[in-house]
T-cell receptor
Framework: GAVVSQHPSRVICKSGTSVKIECRSL??????MFWYRQFPKQSLMLMAT?????????EQGVEKDKFLINHASLTLSTLTVTSAHPEDSSFYICSARVERGVTYEQYFGPGTRLTVT | SQQGEEDPQALSIQEGENATMNCSYK?????LQWYRQNSGRGLVHLILIRSNEREKHSGRLRVTLDTSKKSSSLLITASRAADTASYFC??????????FGTGTRLTIIP
């Protein structure tokens, strides 16, 4: 159980275009999902927290108009990179959180490799 | 939210040996999770240990937690080449967001 999928796994796009990445919790419902970005040989950096039915909360320094997040259902969150530029090339990973009594467990998707040319 | 600090940053051992990596954190927690990340992949949830637990096992993994020292350790016994990956700890309190340190890069030498 607790499987999170992402689609696509890889995407190449031209500079100036927009790219949408989907994150789905396959066998559980997640009121909260998270989006991370990882540059080569670096750790994961939290970009935003996505709550079902409400606006996402962005971390400091992350442009909300550039990285549009929609959490339309308890099993789906999407990240749209708008007007992508080469510096947006990165590995984007989503995760979904599930409540287990008084604690929370967080499960991660396999990631999406974005390359902007 | 707080992030854990993994130590060492890098570890290379022979296949079959045991690997131990440590995690330190700063403030109170409800639980601490360990994750593995293979190169170019997402994070795999390995184990969660609650603050009232001192030790937990899962297959070849053994996790300890010392809340008085604000530290945890992950032991991988009888290591295999497939264990080569980066390992991250994630201490959390309540519904805090998970943030990550630089991890421990484990290399198993065949």
């Amino acid at each position: 159980g607790a499987v999170v999928s992402q689609h696509p796994s890889r995407v190449i796009c031209k500079s100036g275009t927009s790219v949408k990445i989907e994150c789905r919790s396959l066998d559980f419902q997640a009121t909260t999902m998270f989006w991370y970005r990882q540059f080569p040989k670096q750790s994961l950096m939290l970009m935003a927290t996505s709550n079902e039915g409400s606006k996402a909360t962005y971390e400091q320094g992350v442009e909300k108009d550039k990285f549009l997040i929609n959490h339309a259902s308890l099993t789906l969150s999407t990240l749209t990179v708008t007007s992508a530029h080469p510096e947006d090339s990165s590995f984007y990973i989503c995760s979904a959180r599930v409540e287990r009594g008084v604690t929370y467990e967080q499960y991660f998707g396999p990631g999406t490799r974005l390359t902007v040319t | 939210s707080q992030q854990g600090e993994e130590d060492p940053q890098a570890l290379s051992i022979q296949e079959g040996e045991n690997a131990t990596m440590n995690c330190s954190y700063k403030t109170s927690i409800n639980n601490l999770q360990w994750y593995r990340q293979n190169s170019g992949r997402g994070l795999v949830h390995l184990i969660l240990i609650r603050s009232n637990e001192r030790e937990k096992h899962s297959g070849r993994l053994r996790v300890t937690l010392d809340t008085s020292k604000k530290s945890s350790s992950l032991l991988i016994t009888a290591s295999r080449a497939a264990d080569t990956a980066s390992y991250f700890c994630a201490p959390t309190f309540g519904n805090e967001k998970l943030t990550f340190g630089t991890g421990t890069r484990l290399t198993i030498i065949p």
